[in-house]
């Protein structure tokens, strides 16, 4: 009898795939406007040539349009190359792991969760912390854990944290100050209000992840046999941490400017230089001058720099392309204005909802969306001025309408395959999709169950 083989979902031919559903969907639905809430409808795509071309263009304009994540993550392949061709990465990761060891990697397992749940939740990061992927990959795994738990580090600790944060920019901030243009929201108001009771919810959902995470990390370290990426060859990822290392002068120097090269991106990001505020492109062009001087430092010959430079940049381009990709399915839709029509038909599901069931309604809505438009900001723009007032005529307050979009928005970033970023930290660890799927849904509903308590907590309280 045959084996049965695994099945493996490219991710490249399932975003396509995707691409092409939602290609032939512009043919289908009526495209339209969405304008502070008010929807026009628009005469239907016809079937022409430029519009059956926008199939291929799609995945172009999506690499086009996410151009500076692309720039990302090949500036950070070939600038991590170089560090590791010093030897100071090595090094590093080895001493760490002869520091703390079996007895004290839980420690430093939750440490580094609940320090990218404060970045994702407080300063709305997780596209910035890209850099730091492949760093936190080679860490885990010179702990003795696997993919699956680098990916939780990154994932459920970002996105996790960005889900309820309480002074999230992206989210809760965008969606607020368009209810103050609207005059929903007190223009002297704070856009972060509500604060304390995101805060609650922000610090429950962490210790959730948090938990749901070590519990399975403790398991597969017990018995890597019950790994759920068990047989993926890592190999190229996994450091020889059994020789005794010396962390030179050289390496220090090295290590020194990884970390200058985060601080300036964190202060860049946050505040600027010289009144101009840190976009991606800075932040690709802060790693290339650390990693040139490592290189100069590291004694590395200016042809080993480019070489390693290169040699890294050509390693990232599938988790580059992946982000490309998963940004055509919203082109194809965007370029066609159907992304008005399904948004507006969706919310009108909503009318003549009680309070909890149109709360609860607006996280499941806003869930299924994120498949189709996953920047939260962006989304939030279109959404907000129609799904809050619908909200408050059902007596939602607008507070409790923002957070039911923010669950909405969060909890399925952890999931969508056309979500470039997620693809990006599941390439960098080589988890196929399906098995962090298998790892990440009984997580997810668990999520959302109490993504729908909390909606009953906030109408009680009238938050």
Same mark, same amino acid.
């Given at each position: &009898?045959?084996?049965?083989?695994?099945?493996?979902?490219?991710?490249?031919?399932?975003?396509?795939?995707?691409?092409?559903?939602?290609?032939?969907?512009?043919?289908?639905?009526?495209?339209?406007?969405?304008?502070?809430?008010?929807?026009?409808?628009?005469?239907?795509?016809?079937?022409?040539?430029?519009?059956?071309?926008?199939?291929?263009?799609?995945?172009? &304009?999506?690499?086009?349009?996410?151009?500076?994540?692309?720039?990302?993550?090949?500036?950070?392949?070939?600038?991590?190359?170089?560090?590791? #061709?010093?030897?100071?990465?090595?090094?590093?990761?080895?001493? &760490?792991?002869?520091? *703390?060891?079996?007895?004290?990697?839980? /420690?430093?397992?939750?440490?580094?969760?609940?320090?990218?749940?404060?970045?994702?939740?407080?300063?709305?990061?997780?596209?910035?912390?890209?850099? /730091?992927?492949?760093?936190?990959?080679?860490?885990?795994?010179?702990? @003795?854990?696997?993919?699956?738990?680098?990916?939780?580090?990154?994932?459920?600790?970002?996105?996790?944290?960005?889900?309820?944060?309480?002074?999230?920019?992206?989210?809760?901030?965008?969606?607020?100050?368009?209810?103050?243009?609207?005059?929903?929201?007190?223009?002297?108001?704070?856009?972060?209000?509500?604060?304390?009771?995101?805060?609650?919810?922000?610090?429950?959902?962490?210790?959730?992840?948090?938990?749901?995470?070590?519990?399975?990390?403790?398991?597969?370290?017990?018995?890597?046999?019950?790994?759920?990426?068990?047989?993926?060859?890592?190999?190229?990822?996994?450091l020889d941490t059994s020789k005794d290392v010396t962390v030179t002068g050289r390496h220090v120097a090295v290590l020194l400017s990884i970390l200058a090269a985060m601080i300036m991106t964190v202060i860049g990001m946050q505040k600027g230089f010289g009144g101009v505020k840190w976009g991606i492109d800075d932040v690709s062009a802060i790693f290339l001058a650390s990693a040139? /001087?490592? @290189?100069?430092? @590291?004694?590395?010959?200016?042809?080993?720099? $480019?070489?390693?430079?290169?040699? +890294?940049?050509?390693?990232?381009?599938?988790?580059?392309?992946?982000? +490309?990709?998963?940004?055509?399915?919203?082109?194809?839709?965007? #370029?066609?204005?159907?992304?008005?029509?399904?948004?507006?038909?969706?919310?009108?599901?909503?009318?003549?909802?009680?309070?909890?069931?149109?709360?609860?309604?607006?996280?499941?809505?806003?869930? *299924?969306?994120? @498949?189709?438009?996953?920047?939260?900001?962006?989304?939030?723009?279109?959404?907000?001025?129609?799904?809050?007032?619908?909200?408050?005529?059902?007596?939602?307050?607008?507070?409790?309408?923002?957070?039911?979009?923010? *669950?909405?928005?969060?909890?399925?970033?952890?999931?969508?395959?056309?979500?470039?970023?997620?693809?990006? *930290?599941?390439?960098?660890?080589?988890?196929?999709?399906?098995?962090?799927?298998?790892?990440?849904?009984?997580?997810?509903?668990?999520?959302?169950?109490?993504?729908?308590?909390?909606?009953?907590? $906030?109408? $009680?309280?009238?938050?």
């Open positions: &009898m045959k084996q049965k083989k695994p099945l493996n979902l490219n991710p490249f031919v399932l975003i396509f795939a995707v691409v092409v559903v939602a290609w032939l969907f512009t043919f289908i639905i009526t495209p339209g406007t969405l304008v502070d809430g008010v929807y026009t409808a628009l005469p239907k795509n016809a079937f022409n040539f430029n519009n059956v071309f926008n199939l291929f263009r799609a995945v172009p &304009m999506g690499i086009k349009d996410t151009s500076n994540l692309v720039i990302l993550v090949l500036v950070i392949g070939g600038a991590l190359e170089i560090y590791k #061709s010093t030897g100071a990465i090595d090094s590093s990761i080895t001493k &760490m792991v002869h520091k *703390f060891g079996s007895g004290s990697r839980t /420690f430093l397992l939750i440490a580094l969760m609940v320090l990218f749940s404060v970045i994702g939740g407080f300063l709305g990061w997780i596209e910035t912390l890209i850099p /730091f992927a492949p760093l936190v990959v080679a860490m885990i795994l010179a702990l @003795g854990y696997d993919g699956i738990v680098a990916c939780a580090v990154l994932i459920i600790g970002l996105m996790g944290g960005f889900v309820t944060g309480p002074t999230n920019l992206y989210t809760v901030g965008v969606c607020n100050g368009i209810l103050q243009n609207m005059g929903l929201l007190s223009a002297d108001s704070d856009v972060f209000v509500g604060l304390g009771f995101r805060a609650v919810l922000w610090a429950i959902m962490t210790i959730i992840g948090v938990a749901y995470t070590v519990v399975y990390a403790n398991r597969i370290a017990k018995d890597p046999a019950k790994s759920l990426v068990h047989g993926v060859d890592v190999s190229d990822l996994v040139l /001087f490592s @290189g100069i430092v @590291g004694k590395l010959h200016p042809s080993e720099i $480019a070489n390693s430079f290169v040699k +890294g940049a050509g390693g990232a381009v599938g988790g580059a392309l992946v982000i +490309g990709f998963a940004r055509g399915v919203y082109w194809v839709m965007n #370029s066609a204005n159907i992304n008005a029509t399904i948004v507006y038909n969706a919310t009108q599901l909503l009318k003549g909802l009680p309070p909890l069931a149109a709360a609860i309604g607006i996280v499941i809505l806003v869930s *299924f969306i994120n @498949g189709l438009i996953p920047s939260g900001s962006g989304k939030g723009a279109l959404l907000a001025p129609i799904i809050v007032p619908i909200a408050m005529e059902l007596g939602l307050t607008s507070q409790t309408a923002v957070l039911a979009y923010q *669950f909405g928005d969060g909890i399925t970033n952890m999931f969508w395959f056309s979500y470039g970023t997620l693809m990006i *930290f599941l390439n960098y660890a080589k988890v196929p999709v399906q098995k962090w799927y298998k790892f990440f849904l009984p997580l997810m509903a668990i999520y959302f169950l109490f993504a729908f308590v909390s909606m009953g907590v $906030a109408i $009680a309280i009238g938050f």
